[in-house]
């Protein structure tokens, strides 16, 4: 038993630090302890707003707190959850090489769980009002026979 729990841990930990040693298609390791990356969380996206409540209950937000109120001090950083963005090339550098983009046939987004192309779609709506023409028919059938 102590054994396979090692054995997992082993596999845990190899996992964990194996992208620090596969390399991408740049040729450098996926990650690295040396990469000096932009924070998008700075002191800049820091803020901080009050929030108090009046003699009615209800609750009030601000930038600055009225005077005779007991407030509450919120601090937020409005770059959480900002995902960093990714930088496409230029449109420049592709107008100067004098090369046309080649249009591909569309297919479908990564991630989206489909298997048919999106060029078909409108095939697969017209062949759906087809089927739904015989589900009415089969039970308009089945209606006339009782």
């Known amino acids: 038993m102590k054994s396979k729990i090692a054995f997992m841990l082993f596999i845990l930990g190899l996992a964990v630090a194996a992208p620090y040693f596969i390399k991408g298609p740049d040729g450098k390791p996926l990650m ?3 990469d000096k990356q932009e924070l998008l969380s700075t002191e800049d996206t ?4 009050y929030k108090w409540q009046d ?3 209800v609750w009030h937000f601000g930038d600055e707190v009225p005077e005779g ?3 509450q001090a919120v601090d937020i950083d409005t770059a959480a959850n900002v995902i960093q963005s990714v930088k496409l090339p230029d449109k420049d550098s592709e107008a100067d090489s004098g090369k046309k983009p080649q249009q591909e046939p ?3 987004l990564p991630g989206l769980p489909m298997t048919v192309n999106p060029a078909d779609i ?6 759906a ?3 739904q023409a015989l589900v009415d028919q089969h039970k308009k059938e089945i209606d006339q026979a009782r």
Do not use: C, I, M, W
């Open 55 to 57: 003699k009615d209950g």
């Open 46 to 49: 820091r803020q901080t707003y």
């Open 129 to 131: 009002k087809g089927v």
């Open 69 to 71: 109120v007991t407030a």
């Open 106 to 108: 569309a297919a479908p």
């Open 32 to 34: 690295s302890f040396d």
């Open 122 to 127: 409108p095939k697969l709506l017209d062949d």
